[in-house]
Every structure is written in C-alpha cells, then in structure tokens.
C-alpha cells in the first residue's frame, strides 16, 4: 500500500473559553495539531501508511508528542530533534484558526530555526510514494521555506507524487517575504494544489474577480474555481489537480461545498448545518480525503465526495484531529450526495 510523508510544524493547541472558568478550575485544554500533523492522524485513522517529519526539541515532552502520534499508528522515525521549544497557539473554545483573536507562539520554535542539510531528505523519503506540505510550513521563516524546496527537490528527483495546501495565515508571513514571493517556486514542484480562491490570489498570483467578493453566488464561485484551476494548470505544468473548498458562516451554523479540477469540473454536494463545535481541521481532513481517494483509485467525483463528507464531519469534532472512521464518512455521504 502506497506511503504518505506529511512534513510541517507540530503544535500545542491551548484553547481558553470564552469566560475565566479556566482560569477559575485550573484547567487549559490542550490539543495536538498542526495542519499536516493534521492529515497525517486522519490517514492513519483510515488506515492508510503514513509516517510524519517535523522539527522538536529532544527532551521529555517531544518525547511524549511523538509517544502520542505512534499510538495513532503514524511513523515518527523522520522526526528531527534540535532546537528548544515546541510551537503553541492559542485558541478560543469554538472560534476558527483564521479568527482574529488567534494568538502564535511560535517564534524560535524547533521547526522554526530549520535550515537546509539537517534533514536527512534520501533517508525520509525511502518507501515514500506520496509527500504532503502546506504553505504554513514555508511561511514561518526564510530557512523553514528553504528546507521545504531542498525536499520538494529530492521529491520531485524520486517522482513522488506532492500536495500541497494554500493554507494562508497572515499573521505567520512576517520574514519580510510576501507569499506570492515563496510560494509560486514551491508550487512549481506540486501535482496536486488544494486551497480556495483567495488563497490562490494571495499566494500563487492567480486572478480573482473582484465583483466575486459579497455576491454569495455559488454559480459564479464555481465558475472562478474552474478558472483559476485552470490558469494554476497553465503557471505550474506538473500539477494535475486542483481542489477549492466553499465555507461560509451561516449565523452559528455554516454552509459548504468544494470542487474538484481535473480535466473538467466535479463538484460537490452542499453540506449545511445550524450549529458546529470545532472549525479547526476541517480543510485538514478535506486534504487528507483528496489523498485517501487518489492513492486508493477512486474517481474524482468519489475522491471529492470523500473528501467532502470528511472535511464536514470533522466541524462536530473537538480538537484539531479528526476521529471519524471511512464507515462514518461514506454514510454521510449517502446522507447528502444519496
């Protein structure tokens, strides 16, 4: 069975509530994530081979983090120890990672201080047929996006199939590089981009109607996806596919929807719901679909309604992992897509 390496940042999730009751009782939830460690829990779940490459320091609580992520059946043996610290981010109970009130710790943070020639690429990559990087990886500091090329080029050498994930935190960017200063030479190396149509914009340089913004028109949103899944094609020959992923809060509740560009436009059912628990994941699990369905031969359609129903079911999980099985998928997608 084919092999995925997620590389990126694992993190501490500390997750406050909205009052003082944590202050009150002692007690800060604490969760495991990252968004490729992310990935890397929900192919494991689904009983895909997976093993996870990221930077900590070597000391007693890496030691319990990596015990954690073998205990899910993920190989840590590409781990790299150095540095001092582990990156934390504190979170709200209930408010998404691009809220606002997010707050990063993660300033020389062991993945952070990275630099080229301390992984160990040939080593890493032996079994591997498939590699998994986000943009956050990159965007932290000019060595961790430096190290993110020297693999996707030891990849690429061993035609590894790469994807990657246009996740956009503005407040991580702060290096003195622009995104669409990085990652379109990172991209280069990708077949498969999964993002939004902002995220492309943002990072990759890909034109975006402005009317688009406030229209809420699901019509002219996938007419977009189909264009600028196109115009992603034509700037980077080597990606094959592109997906983007339609969230949009609805009061407490939210609606979404995604499509899939191959050499045509698939497209998802609409997924609704008045109420969720946790937004953190979600584009984490849409991933982790796209790469379950295409390593296990699915077509594209069934590829994104996999990787549609998971991304949905992870919005009524706690935490930033997810714990659904394939079972609990493929019956919401008979729930939505009949």
Same mark, same amino acid.
């Given at each position: 069975m084919k092999k995925t390496l997620c590389f990126g940042e694992l993190l501490l999730r500390l997750s406050p509530t909205a009052g003082d009751e944590w202050l009150q009782q002692h007690t800060l939830p604490a969760f495991v994530g990252g968004a490729e460690a992310n990935v890397a829990t929900a192919l494991a779940k689904w009983e895909q081979p997976v093993g996870y490459c990221t930077a900590l320091p070597d000391n007693y609580l890496s030691r319990q983090l990596s015990g954690y992520l073998n205990k899910k059946n993920i190989d840590t043996a590409a781990i790299h120890y150095s540095g001092k610290r582990v990156g934390v981010y504190y979170l709200q109970q209930g408010t998404d990672v691009k809220h606002a009130g997010v707050i990063f710790d993660r300033a020389g943070s062991s993945f952070a201080e990275l630099q080229p020639g301390m992984i160990d690429w040939e080593k890493a990559f032996e079994g591997i047929s498939w590699f998994h990087f986000s943009a956050i990886a990159a965007s932290l500091?000019?060595?961790a996006a430096e190290v993110c090329e020297e693999a996707l080029k030891v990849a690429s050498q061993k035609r590894i199939t790469i994807s990657l994930d246009l996740n @956009?935190?503005? $407040?991580?960017?702060? @290096?003195? $590089?622009r995104p669409n200063e990085i990652m379109p030479g990172l991209a280069k190396y990708c077949n498969l981009v999964m993002g939004n149509l902002w995220s492309a914009n943002v990072m990759l340089g890909i034109p975006i109607d402005d009317a688009l913004v406030g229209q809420d028109n699901k019509k002219a949103y996938l007419q977009q996806a #189909? #264009?600028?899944s196109k115009a992603i094609q034509q700037l980077f020959p080597k990606v094959t596919t592109v997906a983007n992923t339609f969230r949009f809060d609805r009061g407490e509740g939210i609606q979404y929807y995604t499509s899939l560009f191959t050499d045509r436009l698939y497209v998802s059912a609409e997924y609704a719901s008045e109420r969720v628990l946790d937004k953190v994941g979600s584009g984490d699990c849409f991933m982790a679909g796209l790469i379950y369905g295409l390593n296990n031969a699915l077509t594209p359609q069934q590829t994104l309604d996999f990787a549609t129903a998971a991304a949905f079911n992870k919005l009524f999980i706690k935490g930033d992992t997810t714990n659904q099985t394939v079972n609990d998928i493929n019956t919401t997608i008979k729930e939505y897509a009949g």
């Open positions: 500091t000019a060595s @956009y935190r503005n $407040k991580l960017w702060q @290096y003195g $590089k #189909e #264009e600028t």
